[in-house]
């Protein structure tokens, strides 16, 4: 199992990556920090291998736990902030991070960097020596984290829901959806249905007053 740290100053949001990584095949969580000094600790103690680093905590910048981690720790990192500044990604990048993420994302996307991450470490494991096709491949392209829908799904459609869902954080019924939508109310629920599926949305149910109960949409924090 490769054994992660979450560090995210969000409680909620570090418990939404914890998920994501505890869904991930051959992952696991070995702690979460909410600040930069637990940060620093728990690596230290625990020994993970990777760390996912959010830049924004409350009493150290995320860019220098990444620089006490390089000087102290055997660990690897991936930065998930929602930073866009170029200097930020920039002084990640020259930290040595694996990759950098910027939230809000879905679960695919977090799993492509875990599957590219976890095919890393078997290549070199793998290894003695490398040779130039073997570096080639170690530092060859990123995956695109672009996420996977089933046949009959596409991608514009997706936005449309997506954007419907970020438009009403309390949650909304697939007829809602359709409504804000304009698509078909069952192909609403089917793209409903694969964001819970993949962990980008949850589902509860709404209690009328006759009738059989109606599922209720919202985004999961963080997502």
Not at 29 to 43: E, P, S, Y
């Amino acid at each position: 199992m490769i054994r992660v740290l979450v560090v995210d100053d969000d409680f909620m949001v570090a418990k939404v990556h914890s998920g994501y990584v505890a869904r991930t095949e051959g992952f696991e969580v070995v702690g979460v920090a909410h600040t930069g000094g637990d940060a620093l600790r728990l690596a230290a103690s625990l020994k993970p291998d990777l760390v996912l680093l959010d830049i924004y905590l409350p009493d150290q910048s995320g860019l220098d736990v990444l620089k006490s981690l390089r000087a102290n720790e055997d660990v690897d990192v991936i930065v998930i902030t929602a930073a866009t500044d170029v200097e930020t990604v920039r002084s990640a990048m020259r930290g040595g991070v694996l990759h950098y993420l910027i939230k809000p994302f879905d679960y695919s996307a977090l799993r492509d960097q875990l599957a590219h991450f976890a095919s890393l470490r078997d290549k070199l494991h793998r290894l003695d020596s490398a040779g130039q096709a073997d570096v080639d491949q170690v530092f060859g392209a990123r995956p695109t984290s672009k996420p996977l829908l089933p046949k009959g799904l596409t991608p514009e459609t997706a936005r449309l829901v997506d954007t419907a869902l970020r438009s009403h954080p309390e949650g909304l019924s697939a007829s809602e959806c359709a409504s804000s939508t304009g698509v078909a109310r069952v192909s609403a629920r089917r793209y409903l249905e694969h964001f819970v599926s993949t962990g980008r949305a949850e589902v509860r149910l709404r209690y009328g007053g006759t009738g059989r109960p109606e599922r209720i949409y919202a985004l999961v924090p963080g997502a």
